[in-house]
């Protein structure tokens, strides 16, 4: 059984630097794409950044320059590194990817709290 496990999340006051990762495991043949989403109380979930399947990376408009993400294709591991962080940023993030493991299926993480203090 696959699965999609982060790590990385916590409390930060507003400017300091928080680093997401997501590790992907299992019995997975392949994976295309990876990336992170968020969701704030009361609000739907949003792309934050991703890797498309031809390895190009998207970010929302909110985060850019201040979040990059990366990877270890070694690892099965997506990284995002949030830097600058603001009270807006404040939200569940939950990793995301679609794996073949003898089917094509898109997975999700647990999960992981960001809470940025003002």
């Known amino acids: 059984q696959a699965q999609l496990v982060e790590s990385g999340g916590g409390l930060v006051q507003a400017g300091g630097s928080l680093r997401l990762s997501c590790a992907a495991s299992?019995?997975?043949?392949?994976?295309?794409?990876m990336g992170w989403y968020r969701q704030a109380p009361g609000k739907q979930r949003e792309l934050v950044a991703n890797?498309?399947?031809?390895?190009?990376?998207n970010y929302a408009d909110s985060v850019k320059g201040r979040f990059t993400i990366s990877r270890d294709n070694a690892k099965k591991t997506v990284y995002l590194q949030m830097n600058s962080l603001k009270p807006e940023d404040t939200a569940v993030y939950y990793c995301?990817?679609?794996?073949?493991?003898?089917?094509?299926?898109?997975?999700w993480g647990q999960g992981t709290q960001v809470t940025v203090s003002s």
């Open positions: 995301n990817s679609q794996m073949y493991v003898g089917t094509w299926r898109t997975y």
């Open positions: 299992g019995s997975i043949f392949s994976i295309n794409g």
């Open positions: 890797f498309t399947s031809d390895g190009s990376t």
